[in-house]
């Protein structure tokens, strides 16, 4: 979700090559792709909520402060900041 804007054009690509999804505007299918994704791990009895791990909000702080300590960016662009990370984990809880 915190990509979905730089990352628009491979999820509706993957919407429309893996899963057929081709009704609605582009917000609609890129959110049928991304709940398609996350149904599709659940089914393969994968986690998808760090709660269901036992990790709660305590340790997002520690994860990005390391992230920042140690200068990581992730992603094929390296844009993926520290600050970034923060909200895909809050999204993820």
Not at 8 to 16: A, E, N, P, S, W
Not at 23 to 50: A, C, N, P, Q, Y
Not at 60 to 79: A, H, P, Q
């Amino acid at each position: 979700q915190v990509m979905r804007h730089d990352k628009q054009d491979k999820i509706l690509q993957m919407g429309k090559r893996v899963v057929r999804i081709t009704e609605g505007d582009e917000d609609e299918r890129i959110d049928k792709t991304i709940e398609f994704v996350e149904t599709f791990f659940r089914s393969l009895g994968v986690k998808t909520h760090l709660k269901e791990y036992g990790v709660n909000a305590s340790v997002i702080d520690k994860i990005v402060n390391r992230f920042e300590e140690r200068k990581w960016n992730l992603g094929e662009n390296k844009n993926i900041t520290p600050d970034m990370v923060r909200q895909i984990l809050l999204l993820a809880l």
